[in-house]
């Protein structure tokens, strides 16, 4: 199962093939497509990609102008290339100038055919100093020029022959292409198979995708979770193993939404206001300055550069002057050896300072020393270090203790049980190396899968495209932008979904075709993967008929996906409809949170106030009045259907009197609380700037 080299059915087509091994595959699983033609593709790429460093490698040589009758041989069919003086100088190896000069004439037929350049452009490409960067770049300013209206869509051909130089990256995209619909709306055959080419010489991002099309059954691969948990597994030990390396050239993933100014705040690298001013703080001696400029360039955050020699210099500093935060992390350097030669002892004594001023971590960090140390290697002194780290909260310190039980560490039988205990209190902190122990021990493919896709989204490849999306909107390269969030979304990475969704939505008045589509569809995908804006999103657009007729259930229903996820609009879009009366609301719709309770639900007005008084309830200032008011409002209509009623005569002044002192003490409540919380707000934004 998986094929040999020599016999090509999954070996260099769909992934890796040890991914593949230990897993019942039935038909199903695969593509619906038909699969001959489907694998003659593949050689024809192949084909293809050896004829195009062929022609490049010729005009590099006899020199790019085409000689007398171009014009009329630029109708070369692929049936006479196969016979023309090109072949014959390829196959044959023959030297002389007149062949070599006639090939180097077909080459050039054979470019402009393939790859739709100008003479321009051919004597560009065959002069450039990197041939497949050169031909990448051109292909994502073609894509940028299609959003901008200048050309009617996007030839794949640049990126796809780019892939000819080993470069997966290029594959992935012109797949990309071909699944948004360029150059041709029906083009998923064509767009899967250059994921499986890309995946095959394992690009990252080319896995995810495969695997987030398993996942939802998308784009012709049926959904299938085994098939789905190879690719997300594969690719969540790589983004583990790179946190652990200490390699410089992979970054930490920052996901980041546009569409939230504070999560923006910082991003710009050293142009940034507050990177700047950290460094105007750090050069005058302030320590907080200087070890937060040494964690951002230690991972490579903000904008920076990751730099393990400039994060040592600012953490030294920092821990000279006493701060633990920073004793700590000069202590894990000096133990890694990163932007310095490695000294246990030296380390030892910098993780033991910040230990002593209480500093959590630390604690870790001495265990991980004395459980790790080629010379003092003392496992008992290692797992009370872990466990006063676990007492005080420290998820790494759950995780490494997971290790510890896992391992039988302990000198007892080993626990997996009391392993996963611990690994699922990291894993719930944010800790990758535990969630990903747990999608191995996983007894269902569900659960493995939850925990793999985690892990698999934060790989490092995933953090540099997300990286250049963010670098390019700070530089108001919005088209730029898109494209670079285009490459992420098209891996199943929801907020580069929404990123493209919400930036399209900027750019309708510019190029309402082109940003319509692109906001539907990624909203939509954003949307799959149950980020509750952008329900809201689809909602609204359903019900206002912006993409299409007005469909008043769908956007109900996608309301209600968004109440159960507990988003505010969404709670106050569900209880207005419910309150107007006017449109049909299935039940099951609305049966969660323990909302419905059954006989004691009287009428619309009930659930609405209901729905309202959940609204008022979320975390969220800005719309917390409005769901007060809205609620008080529907009591007040309730009140007025009971007064209007012959049951009202039987109530006495003191109802009123009452019912009157509860709309005064919910609006003073209503008024009162969100005074409260845009306060709260205040301070948080304070604390930030700080």
Not at 241 to 248: A, H, I, N, V
Not at 391 to 417: I, Q, R, S
Not at 584 to 593: A, G, L, T
Request: hydrophobic share 40%; aromatic share 12%.
């Amino acid at each position: 199962m998986g094929g040999a080299v020599s016999h090509q059915t999954f070996h260099g087509h769909i992934a890796r093939v040890t991914l593949y091994r230990g897993l019942q595959l039935n038909k199903e699983h695969f593509p619906k497509f038909d699969r001959v033609p489907h694998w003659m593709k593949v050689d024809e790429l192949q084909e293809n990609c050896s004829r195009i460093r062929q022609s490049i490698k010729l005009l590099q040589q006899f020199g790019s102008t085409p000689g007398r009758g171009t014009t009329t041989r630029m109708s070369c069919s692929l049936a006479d290339w196969s016979h023309s003086v090109f072949n014959s100088t390829l196959l044959n190896n023959r030297q002389s100038d007149s062949l070599s000069e006639e090939a180097a004439h077909f080459a050039h037929i054979f470019l402009h055919s393939h790859l739709h350049l100008n003479e321009r452009d051919i004597e560009s490409l065959v002069h450039a100093n990197n041939i497949p960067n050169h031909l990448l770049s051109s292909s994502h300013r073609a894509v940028v020029n299609w959003l901008k209206g200048k050309t009617d869509g996007v030839d794949p051909s640049l990126a796809l022959y780019a892939g000819c130089y080993n470069r997966p990256d290029a594959l992935y995209l012109a797949g990309s292409l071909y699944l948004i619909g360029q150059p041709v709306t029906d083009s998923k055959e064509q767009g899967v198979m250059l994921l499986l080419a890309a995946a095959s010489q394992g690009f990252p991002m080319a896995q995810l995708a495969l695997g987030y099309r398993h996942r939802f059954g998308k784009d012709g691969l049926s959904g299938s979770c085994p098939m789905a948990l190879s690719y997300y597994l594969a690719i969540a030990k790589e983004a583990v193993e790179s946190l652990q390396d200490g390699d410089e050239t992979k970054v930490l993933t920052e996901t980041i939404r546009l569409s939230k100014p504070e999560m923006l705040a910082g991003q710009d690298g050293e142009r940034d206001d507050v990177v700047q001013f950290l460094m105007f703080e750090a050069a005058y001696g302030n320590a907080d300055a200087q070890a937060n400029l040494g964690r951002m360039h230690y991972w490579g955050q903000q904008g920076l550069r990751r730099d393990f020699n400039v994060a040592f210099q600012y953490y030294e500093q920092a821990a000279g002057a006493g701060l633990p935060e920073a004793q700590y992390n000069l202590g894990i350097m000096y133990l890694k050896g990163q932007g310095t030669q490695q000294d246990n002892n030296t380390a030892l004594r910098h993780m033991t300072a910040a230990a002593e001023q209480g500093l959590t971590a630390a604690l870790n960090g001495l265990g991980y020393y004395y459980l790790n140390s080629v010379n003092s290697s003392n496992v008992t002194a290692a797992i009370a270090y872990f466990e006063r780290a676990f007492t005080l909260g420290d998820h790494d310190a759950a995780f490494n203790l997971g290790v510890v039980y896992y391992n039988g560490l302990t000198g007892e039988t080993p626990n997996k049980t009391k392993a996963a205990i611990y690994w699922r209190v990291a894993a719930q902190q944010g800790n990758p190396g535990a969630a990903y122990q747990l999608a191995l021990l996983a007894e269902t493919c569900d659960e493995a899968l939850k925990y793999s896709i985690v892990v698999a989204e934060h790989h490092s490849d995933v953090g540099r495209v997300l990286r250049k999306g963010v670098a390019a909107y700070l530089n108001d390269s919005i088209w730029e932008a898109i494209v670079y969030y285009m490459q992420v979304a098209e891996a199943g990475i929801e907020v580069a979904a929404f990123n493209v969704a919400w930036l399209s939505d900027m750019l309708q008045d510019v190029q309402p075709t082109v940003a319509a589509n692109l906001s539907y569809r990624y909203f939509c995908q954003s949307a799959l993967l149950n980020y509750s804006v952008s329900i809201i999103r689809l909602g609204d657009s359903y019900w206002y008929g912006e993409w299409g007729e007005e469909n008043k259930q769908l956007a109900i229903l996608s309301y209600s996906q968004a109440a159960y996820l507990g988003n505010g609009q969404g709670l106050f879009n569900l209880a207005y409809v419910i309150q107007q009366e006017q449109w049909p609301v299935k039940r099951e719709w609305i049966d969660f949170n323990g909302i419905l309770l059954g006989s004691r639900i009287q009428s619309n007005l009930t659930l609405a106030a209901q729905l309202y008084d959940l609204c008022w309830a979320q975390d969220n200032s800005n719309g917390q009045l409005a769901c007060c008011l809205a609620s008080l409002h529907v009591r007040m209509l309730m009140f007025i259907n009971e007064m209007m009623s012959w049951e009202w005569m039987i109530f006495s002044v003191a109802s009123v009197f009452w019912r009157y002192l509860y709309f005064v003490a919910a609006l003073s409540g209503c008024i009162v609380g969100l005074v409260f919380r845009l306060e709260a707000a205040r301070g948080v934004q304070h604390d930030q700037n700080m």
